[in-house]
């Protein structure tokens, strides 16, 4: 039988609940094999100049992934040279895994709704089949989409920002409970967000 693969592509600083509660959620709704998280090398559409080094939130994800044996993390974008786009992402996952495989690209809410600005958006949706999750504060809807070529699920609301993680470090609040344990762990030894 084909492989299903989920792939979650986020910048992940930090990774927290709300991304692992959406790629668990779908997983389950779909019968993935795997979740592979792809955390970006050079998110292009970011408005904070300063993102964390690729090599601090590929640790971070890597440690919030660990103990589930269905979710793993892809190097992809972090070592690819460049801007991270989505379409490079998906050519290259769909090469290490086959033509056989299916993919399945999950993006939040607010990620959809900027879907058609991604560099060649048209290509997209011939490399996977992409399904949106709900997200507090954003509409979940597929109106500015062709058809069929997205899924809307909702998981369970985690009112949860890498935005919100960052400005609580920095003001010296506590970011336990938002993101894993081993993550806070981190954040502290490296420094992170002060
Ligand atoms: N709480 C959440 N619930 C559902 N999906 C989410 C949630 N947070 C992030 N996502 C989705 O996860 C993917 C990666 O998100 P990203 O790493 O940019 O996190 P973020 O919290 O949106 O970060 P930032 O606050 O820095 O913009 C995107 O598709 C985003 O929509
Ligand atoms: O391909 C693009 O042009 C593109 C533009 C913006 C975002 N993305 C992807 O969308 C995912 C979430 O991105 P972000 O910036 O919200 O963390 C991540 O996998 C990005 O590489 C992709």
Redesign the pocket.
């Known amino acids: 039988m084909a492989q299903r693969i989920g792939?979650?592509?986020?910048?992940?600083?930090p990774i927290h609940h709300g991304h692992l509660v959406a790629a668990s959620e779908v997983a389950d709704r779909y019968a993935l094999d795997e979740v592979v998280f792809?955390p970006?090398g050079k998110?292009?559409?970011?408005s904070e100049s300063a993102v964390t080094p690729a090599e601090d939130r590929y640790l971070m994800t890597v440690i919030a992934t660990a103990s589930n044996p269905r979710f793993t993390v892809s190097r992809v974008?972090v070592d690819r040279d460049g801007?991270?786009?989505?379409?490079?992402?998906l050519r290259e996952l769909r090469d290490q895994y086959g033509d056989k495989t299916e993919l399945f690209?999950i993006?939040?809410a607010?990620?959809l709704s900027?879907?058609l600005?991604?560099?060649?958006?048209d290509q997209?949706f011939e490399l996977a089949h992409f399904i949106g999750v709900t997200r507090p504060g954003f509409a979940l809807t597929d109106a500015h989409l062709p058809a069929d070529v997205v899924s809307l699920v909702q998981v369970p609301a985690m009112a949860i920002s890498?935005t919100d993680c960052r400005r609580r470090v920095a003001a010296g609040q506590p970011v336990w409970y938002l993101v894993p344990d081993g993550v806070v762990q981190y954040i502290t030894k490296r420094h992170l967000y002060r």
Do not use: E, H, N, R
């Open positions: 792939v979650m592509g986020g910048t992940f600083d792809v970006t998110p292009w559409q970011k974008d801007p991270t786009y989505t379409v490079d992402t690209f993006t939040g607010d990620a900027k879907i600005s991604w560099k060649d958006a997209l890498s």
